[in-house]
């Protein structure tokens, strides 16, 4: 079992995202020897925007591609083939004005690529990323059962549907709320269900693997 660990806070030690990331692929390397982890902080290692020549090399024919264009999009081809290789993807992610960090949406733009995790066909687009299983544990800075933030939220639905196209339907989020402006009782019991409801997936993830 190969897992790709993303991590997104702009925070270091006080991140609570990374923490609890970090629980849950340590949790699931202690319950099954065989598990290897591939650890990307998209904070130290930010992908590249995207630029024209990227997109003209992304939509040219793989044996068409200059030399240019290969050399500007081999990170996105190793970013992609990260992808791949993983059998699960655990992703810590904290929510930024209703959204997800910039840094992500730099990583998405450079792997939702045409001919590799996506292709064409007369039935439309068809995702490529096939039999994965996605954990994305997002902390929020306030509670957002509360009606009047559950319609701000932009995360949730932008990920289930990025990830989707991309062949990724099987995700299970982990929303942890509220971590900022909030009573520290509030956190503390947001950052304990979290931590429970990541024992109960790994608990299944080990289940299955048997």
């Known amino acids: 079992m190969k897992v790709l660990h993303i991590d997104s806070s702009v925070r270091s030690d006080r991140s609570v995202s990374k923490q609890l990331s970090k629980l ?11 598990v290897t982890i591939d650890y990307l902080d998209l904070t130290q290692n930010t992908p590249k925007h995207v630029s024209a020549l990227f997109i003209q090399g992304n939509y040219s024919n793989p044996e068409d591609r200059s030399l240019e264009m290969i050399d500007e999009l081999a990170d996105s081809e190793a970013l992609v083939d990260r992808l791949h290789k993983a059998d ?13 960090p910039s840094n992500f949406k730099a990583f998405i733009d450079n792997v939702v690529r045409i001919g590799r ?6 039935n439309g687009f068809q995702g490529l990323l096939l039999n994965k299983k996605v954990y994305v544990i997002n902390t929020r800075g306030v509670d957002f059962t509360n009606e009047a933030f559950a319609v701000m939220d932009q995360l949730q639905p932008y990920i289930k549907t990025v990830f989707g196209f991309m062949g990724l339907s099987d995700i299970q989020f982990i929303n942890v709320h509220p971590v900022q402006f909030a ?15 990541i024992t109960a997936a790994v608990d299944q993830l080990f289940i299955q693997a048997q």
């Open 24 to 34: 849950f692929v340590d949790s699931l390397a202690q319950k099954n020897g065989e």
């Open 88 to 100: 699960i993807y655990v992703i810590g992610m904290p929510m930024y004005n209703f959204s997800i």
């Open 117 to 122: 995790t996506f292709k064409a066909s007369e």
């Open 183 to 197: 009573a520290e009782e509030a956190r503390i019991k947001a950052i304990s269900k979290a931590e429970m409801e």
